[in-house]
């Protein structure tokens, strides 16, 4: 900036600086006088100089990935954080590493703010659009200031296999129930008999009619127990356990 007039003062403030970092700059102090042949100047005495450092990193909060668990062609996963520096941010990477620890994808962006908004997509594909198997996948985030400084954070997104849904946070395998509910497999116990249950009212029908006035009655008793079992039976053989 060019000299200003002050008048008799010892010091000044000037606001609107556009410093930049790594830089020196210096202040230069020159008096005057008005003389018989007009003003009269000193020499130039300038400050040794001031560096613009920054001593702070950045730092990055929130990171997530929603969803944070995808079926199989369940589409994307978006990464998302906010991204601070107390003076100016110059970049952003992103990279993506294999359940090996291979780096697959990676992004980076320039940047010139404060503050910024980070929001990437990811469709489970590596860097040449390939789709990549399942597994559990590391995303890692660096933001970097123009001091050189740097922030790192990261957080994992797990792709299921085929014929894999969603069990407690995870991926695992569902099975069919008795009462036709879907839920994650299970061991069976060891030696558990895979019959079909016999009702214990089977019996029922065991005892045959006897003889004489009641003997009408208890027939008709018989046939309809019959028919009572017959139907329990035919509800068992066409069960999600018949073969």
Not at 49 to 76: F, H, M, Y
Not at 97 to 114: E, F, H, N, T, Y
Not at 116 to 139: F, I, S
Not at 150 to 175: F, K, L, M
Request: aromatic share 4%; charged share 20%.
């Amino acid at each position: 900036m060019p000299l200003g007039h002050v008048g008799p003062g010892t010091s000044m403030t000037v606001d609107g600086l556009n410093l930049h970092l790594g830089r020196t700059y210096v202040s230069t102090v020159r008096a005057w006088i008005d003389g018989d042949k007009g003003k009269q100047y000193s020499r130039p005495t300038s400050s040794d100089g001031v560096k613009i450092v920054d001593l702070s990193p950045p730092w990055i909060e929130n990171l997530r990935a929603t969803p944070a668990v995808v079926l199989q062609g369940g589409g994307d996963s978006v990464i998302e954080a906010t991204l601070y520096d107390t003076t100016r941010l110059a970049r952003v990477n992103v990279q993506v590493s294999a359940p090996d620890g291979a780096i697959v994808a990676k992004w980076q962006r320039a940047l010139a703010v404060r503050v910024h908004e980070l929001a990437r997509p990811w469709p489970g594909v590596d860097a040449k659009g390939d789709p990549l198997p399942a597994g559990t996948y590391k995303v890692t985030v660096v933001a970097r200031d123009g001091a050189g400084h740097e922030a790192t954070a990261s957080v994992q997104i797990t792709r299921c296999a085929a014929g894999e849904v969603i069990v407690n946070g995870g991926c695992g395998t569902a099975s069919v129930q008795p009462d036709g509910v879907t839920g994650p497999d299970v061991d069976s116990d060891a030696g558990a008999s895979s019959t079909v249950p016999r009702e214990p009212d089977d019996d029922c029908c065991s005892a045959s009619p006897t003889s004489g006035p009641g003997h009408l009655t208890g027939l008709l008793a018989l046939l309809a127990c019959v028919l009572v079992v017959f139907k329990r039976r035919s509800h068992w053989a066409t069960g999600p356990n018949a073969l």
